[in-house]
């Protein structure tokens, strides 16, 4: 089945740093996710990227769709101590609503 | 605050046992989708409810099933229950049209599943 391959698995930054996390895969994927989950909650939306070569804005983050539909990266600029917590990277691909998760990255801010 | 709840939100079962996890969608959302999330990993697509019918499944087993309901509220079950099944029992709730037509899944809190 397909699976995303998301790097890093976990990252301990300075407060203040630039962050970066991609994800490939081994198909296609005809949409872009990228969402963060604390701790007790469920995955909350932060950009999506519906078209290839597509980069977005959401405040601090940025995110692209790769040209070859195969993989996505996030940027968080200037982190701050409440970017902490788990980023997921997902793809759909016309199934519906249905999502493939990669496997997470979890980012410490240190003060 | 998404809108989408889930209950319980802790569950105890022993092994061979059933259970039942609850899901209300948002308003207005008439697809419901159900994920696994093991410790440590992303979720996992079990399967999506759409106007009271399956409208698809990953891979998961038959021991797996699920209800909506006409206000497009949702169960899972799970029958047979086996150690591995212990995880976070995630609900999202959106439009049919998928992501491409900007429909956001939002996810409930999840239901925390410990099979001993």
């Known amino acids: 089945g397909q699976q995303l391959n998301q790097s890093p698995q976990s990252m301990f930054i300075q407060e203040g740093e630039d962050v970066s996390m991609n994800c490939t895969s081994s198909?296609?994927?005809?949409?872009w996710l990228w969402y963060k989950q604390d701790p007790g909650e469920g995955p909350v939306l932060l950009i999506a990227l519906y078209k290839a070569g597509e980069l977005t804005s959401n405040g601090r983050l940025t995110a692209q769709f790769g040209i070859t539909r195969k993989d996505s990266f996030l940027n968080i600029s200037a982190s701050i101590p409440s970017d902490v917590g788990i980023y997921f990277c997902a793809g759909n691909n016309n199934a519906g609503n249905m999502l493939t998760f990669g496997g997470g990255t979890r980012l410490m801010v240190k003060p | 605050e998404t809108g989408v709840t889930q209950s319980p939100t802790h569950l105890i079962k022993t092994r061979g046992q059933q259970v039942t996890l609850r899901c209300s969608s948002q308003s207005g959302h008439n697809t419901v989708s159900w994920y696994q999330q093991a410790l440590g990993q992303g979720p996992q697509f079990i399967f999506q409810?759409?106007?009271?019918?399956?409208?698809g499944r990953g891979n998961f087993p038959p021991r797996f099933s699920g209800l909506q309901f006409p206000n497009y509220s949702s169960e899972l079950n799970v029958n047979a229950l086996e150690l591995d099944d212990s995880a976070l029992y995630l609900c999202?709730?959106?439009?049919?049209?998928?992501?491409?037509?900007?429909?956001?899944?939002?996810f409930g809190p999840g239901t925390r599943l410990l099979v001993l």
């Open positions: 999202a709730s959106s439009g049919r049209r998928g992501p491409q037509r900007g429909e956001t899944q939002y």
């Open positions: 198909s296609i994927f005809n949409t």
């Open positions: 409810y759409y106007r009271e019918e399956e409208n």
